[in-house]
């Protein structure tokens, strides 16, 4: 058996070897290159992840023969001409790769944004068929932020919305975030900013050569809302205040923070005060008042904090102790809450810091009817500031309430009677008639020929609506008079705030009151003037921005932007030792049918219309016969 097999393989490999060594085939093995044989590795990555903070990196070129150095000639092709190379690459004796460097600009990387290129022999003659003679990759700079969660914007400001938001934060700058999907679906345009980066400031980071010196500040980039405004023909930016050198230092910013923390360290909640602003044009400078844009970020579950504080009056006990008594609303979080009375030209923020650092004494109170004590010497303008605190500091938001008291002294303020105000301030700045009505005016007699007018802005003012007045407060206005030919109404809050900001109001003249003499301005005729019992104001022109003539006697203030007020030229009050019979008997006839189309909209709104009509109709519409007063 074993003798049949032997004999069987030994004719196979007859057959084999027959087959294989037939005169029929001339075969012959391949022959292998002289040349270098320089190539491309085919392990190279189809994505080369480069770094912004350098300006090159390199790619292997291989060969296969080494015996002698040589320079290879390469070529490079890149998208945008982003990568620059040498154009040759050199190999020393023995050696079997080298590095070729490329170079970029990496101020010019985009996160994420990756650009085609090639590397490529020059020279076929340094090539070889069993290697790659180019490298086609991608190059770009992987951005740094991961995602950590959802959470929620709420702009309060121009739009009024809240949407919710993915954030990433920098996992080389933990202290950087971006915050993705900030505007409302309704406004997002090509021009849009895809995200909204902000920077968690510390202690000695120099913004804009200003040193930070306290903790919690937040920085943001430049941001386009993508609202394109109609009428100026630019988009509204988000700018933080530090951006514009008129904002000053540190203390201009400070409403744009961190509000509250997660148990971790992380942002709960980031408050920003921006400007609202079109390039070349202006915009609204809101960074003084309380965040605009609110966002809250993952993990946080908002608190309560709220306090809104109403003065009812002053209350004397029988031990002679005497108190400024009112009502106290809080939020359910507010637990350590302090009252004090201060007077009423101290900054409440700066009370509240010195509240919460224990330099100033302040009175425990809780929600409800509550007094605060005044203490001996305490007269005059005064208010009560309460600041909510947590943890020994003062929450954002501190609320206070202007009020006045004059014991231990008589009051300086006479009454004279009933006067007649033509009203031509807010009037005018909302399109509406001047208006004349009757009001209070006190003297004070300490300063002769200072005049004021008891809550000329509040129910008695016939444009106002209910709600529209803040009848918590003070707001008397004072027209200053000494000088019956220098009289002057110096800028002062008037209690409304019909969703533009809490409004002021000024006469042209108190912007120069002091920096000049009385006697220029008298002379340049800046200054209104007392006659017979009469006060009026100096009538100005200015062009508009369409070229047209427009009057002004002064300047309303909402929030902090100033518009020109006074159009019609009316502004006017008449002391009650002037007021003539008939004269009054018209202002009331004019208030009262100011009464009755006010009563007659109601009733047409309650038939159908819009309350957005009924508004356009009164004064709840945009400033439009006046612009924005740019100093």
């Known amino acids: 058996m074993k003798k049949n097999i032997y004999s069987l393989f030994l004719a196979i490999f007859a057959l084999a070897g027959f087959t294989a060594c037939s005169d029929s085939e001339d075969y012959k093995w391949a022959d292998v290159p002289a040349n270098a044989q320089v190539y491309f590795s085919k392990d190279l990555p189809a994505q080369q992840n480069i770094s912004n903070k350098t300006n090159s990196f390199t790619i292997p070129v291989n060969r296969v023969k080494t015996d002698e150095a040589i320079t290879v000639p390469v070529t490079l092709t890149s998208e945008d001409n982003f990568l620059s190379a040498p154009g040759s690459v050199a190999f020393a004796a023995g050696q079997a790769t080298a590095d070729l460097v490329l170079s970029y ?3 010019a990387l985009v ?3 990756f650009k085609e290129a090639t590397l490529s022999i020059a020279d076929a003659g340094y090539t070889t068929p069993y290697g790659a003679t180019s490298y086609t990759f991608k190059a770009g700079v992987l951005s740094p932020y991961a995602p950590i969660g959802n959470g929620t914007l ?14 990433m934060q920098n996992q080389e700058n933990k202290n950087m975030y971006r915050i993705y999907g900030a505007v409302h679906p309704d406004i997002v345009t090509d021009n849009t900013s895809p995200y909204l980066e902000i920077t968690l400031l510390q202690p000695g980071d120099v913004v804009r050569g200003e040193t930070v010196d306290r903790e919690n500040l937040v920085y943001f980039a430049d941001f386009n809302s993508g609202y394109h405004h109609p009428t100026y023909d630019a988009d509204i930016m988000w700018y933080h205040p530090s951006k514009f050198v008129s904002t000053g230092p540190i203390e201009n910013w400070l409403h744009n923070v961190v509000v509250a923390y997660n148990e971790d360290g992380t942002p709960g909640e980031i408050q920003l005060a921006p400007f609202y602003y079109m390039d070349g044009v202006g915009g609204w400078n809101k960074t003084q008042n309380d965040g605009m844009i609110t966002i809250t970020f993952p993990g946080y579950e908002p608190k309560d904090y709220s306090a809104a504080f109403a003065c009812t009056g002053v209350f004397t006990d029988l031990a002679g102790s005497v108190f400024a008594e009112g009502l106290l609303e809080l939020g359910p979080d507010a637990k350590d809450v302090r009252a004090v009375v201060v007077s009423a030209d101290d900054d409440a923020d700066a009370v509240a810091d010195a509240i919460a650092a224990g330099e100033l004494e302040a009175t425990p109170v809780e929600a409800g009817h509550i007094y605060v004590p005044i203490a001996e010497g305490q007269t005059g303008k005064l208010q009560v500031v309460v600041v909510v605190l947590d943890d020994d500091k003062a929450i954002q938001g501190v609320y206070s309430s202007p009020f006045e008291y004059y014991g231990g002294g008589a009051n300086p303020w006479v009454s004279l009677g009933k006067g007649l105000y033509t009203e031509d301030f807010v009037a005018s700045l909302f399109g509406l008639d001047p208006v004349t009505y009757e009001v209070e005016i006190e003297e004070n007699t300490e300063t002769p020929g200072v005049y004021r007018m008891i809550y000329p802005y509040g129910e008695i003012y016939p444009y106002n609506e209910e709600g529209d007045w803040d009848a918590s407060s003070v707001y008397n206005i004072e ?28 006469s042209w003249g108190a912007r120069y009151v002091a920096n000049n003499s009385m006697d220029e301005l008298k002379a340049e005729g800046y200054m209104g003037t007392l006659k017979d019992g009469v006060i009026t104001l100096p009538v100005f ?24 007020a006074g159009s019609n030229g009316a502004f006017k009050l008449v002391l009650p030792e002037a007021v003539s019979a008939s004269a009054r008997a018209k202002a009331k006839s004019m208030k009262r049918a100011i009464s009755f189309e006010k009563k007659l909209k109601k009733h047409v709104a309650s038939k159908g219309y819009s309350m957005k009509q009924i508004r356009i109709q009164t004064n709840r519409m ?3 016969k006046a612009e924005v007063f740019k100093d």
């Open 105 to 107: 600009d990496p101020e």
């Open 111 to 113: 996160y994420d944004k």
């Open 154 to 167: 709420t702009e309060g400001y121009l739009w009024e919305y809240t949407v919710g938001v993915s954030i």
């Open 479 to 506: 027209i200053n008079a000494e000088d019956p030919e220098g009289v002057y109404i110096p800028v002062q809050d008037i209690g409304i705030d019909y969703g533009y900001g809490a409004m002021a109001i000024m």
């Open 541 to 564: 022109e200015r062009q508009t921005s369409d070229g047209a003539t427009a009057l002004y006697q002064g300047l309303v203030y909402m929030g902090s932007d100033g518009y020109y």
């Open 622 to 624: 945009a400033p439009v």
